[in-house]
Nanobody
Framework: QVQLVESGGGLVQAGGSLRLSCQAS????????MAWFRQAPGKQRELIAS???????NYADPVKGRFNISRDDAKNRVYLQMNDLKPEDTGVYYC??????WGSGYWGQGTQVTVSS
């Protein structure tokens, strides 16, 4: 059984930084793509960053240049370094390991990020 546990969320002022972590267990993730989604209040969950098994990364336009996704396969972890945070980055951030397309497969429980202005 695959389990994903996110951590690192919290309350931060605009312009600040946070580093989210997703700990995966139950399988080896060195060959799997991984992603971060977020869900802002009243909005649909959206893909914001992804990293393939060959470490090619992609970012949604709103976070390009500010967020960085990385992985440590030895620890079965994926990280999201978030810099220059803005109030519109507020939301619940979820880790995803897709079994098919992005957003399929496995999810963590999410971690709340709140950015105050």
């Amino acid at each position: 059984q695959v389990q994903l546990v996110e951590s690192g969320g919290g309350l931060v002022q605009a312009g600040g930084s946070l580093r989210l972590s997703c700990q995966a267990s139950g399988s080896s993730f060195s060959r799997k793509a991984m992603a971060w989604f977020r869900q802002a209040p009243g909005k649909q969950r959206e893909l914001i960053a992804s990293i393939a098994r060959i470490p090619v990364t992609n970012y949604a336009d709103p976070v390009k240049g500010r967020f960085n996704i990385s992985r440590d396969d030895a620890k079965n972890r994926v990280y999201l370094q978030m810099n220059d945070l803005k109030p519109e980055d507020t939301g619940v951030y979820y880790c995803n390991v897709p079994t098919n397309s992005w957003g399929s497969g496995y999810w963590g429980q999410g971690t709340q990020v709140t950015v105050s202005s």
